[in-house]
């Protein structure tokens, strides 16, 4: 189990780090407001996968080898910057991407797997995450404990926030969708600012040095 005196550290730090903006919550945002609530859910369920993905990857010494691997890393980050690139220049292209029935896609199977599908990738894309988790989780964890098991514990409980989070984020973006997508002007401004905001994230993950090992 978590120590208490590791949960009143780790959380509150771990809630900083999860709500700053960044592309995992920029496309539950975007699915929530284009598909729908469940969209978005799955969105940040698919975020919260590959958060355990990372901690996975942390434990069995992946994330290792990806901050000591200056070449691993950077195929991994441009792999992330292109699924960015994708997904920012297929929405500004796209004229009917939020061109819809605000109530049609609710309960369509196809968009929420699809949502699930394309956040994983996001997540697991950015080899940041990976570093960050082998260089953040380590902090709290005890020097007599169990550190396999307590890096799954911080990346379940990591995961848990992220999730609730970001179904903060789906409710809110649920909540104003209609009025957001009942005017072309809105729909087509809303379109472009996603599409951009990618574009951009894409361009300052390209940017990014990998972090010293």
């Known amino acids: 189990m978590i120590e208490l005196s590791t949960l009143l550290t ?4 771990a809630l900083v780090i999860i709500i700053s903006p960044g592309p995992d ?9 284009k598909s729908g609530h469940l969209a978005g859910l799955s969105a940040g369920l698919g975020t919260a996968s590959g958060v355990l993905v990372h901690t996975a990857a942390a434990v069995f010494g992946l994330a290792a080898l990806l901050k000591t691997s ?4 950077t ?7 292109l699924y960015l690139f994708f997904l920012g ?7 009917d991407e939020f061109n819809m029935d605000v109530d049609a896609l609710d309960d369509d199977d196809d968009s929420v797997m699809e949502s699930y599908k394309k956040a994983v990738v996001v997540n697991i894309s950015n080899p940041k ?11 709290f964890i005890p020097s007599q404990a169990n550190v396999t098991l307590q890096m799954i514990l911080l990346g379940v409980l990591y995961a848990i926030l992220s999730l609730s989070y970001l ?6 973006a649920a909540h104003i969708r209609r009025k957001l997508l009942e005017s072309p002007l809105t729909r087509r401004a809303v379109r472009y600012a996603s599409g951009s905001v990618l ?5 300052k993950l390209a940017f990014e040095k990998r972090p010293l090992p």
């Open 70 to 73: 200056a070449l691993l890393y």
């Open 75 to 81: 195929i991994i980050k441009y792999l992330g910057v």
């Open 167 to 172: 179904s903060g984020v789906t409710l809110f």
């Open 25 to 33: 919550t920029l496309y539950v945002l975007t699915q929530s407001i």
């Open 129 to 139: 995450v990976a570093v960050f988790v082998l260089a953040f989780f380590p902090q």
């Open 199 to 203: 574009l951009g994230f894409g361009a």
């Open 10 to 13: 780790f959380v509150p730090a």
């Open 89 to 95: 220049v297929q929405m500004l292209r796209n004229d």
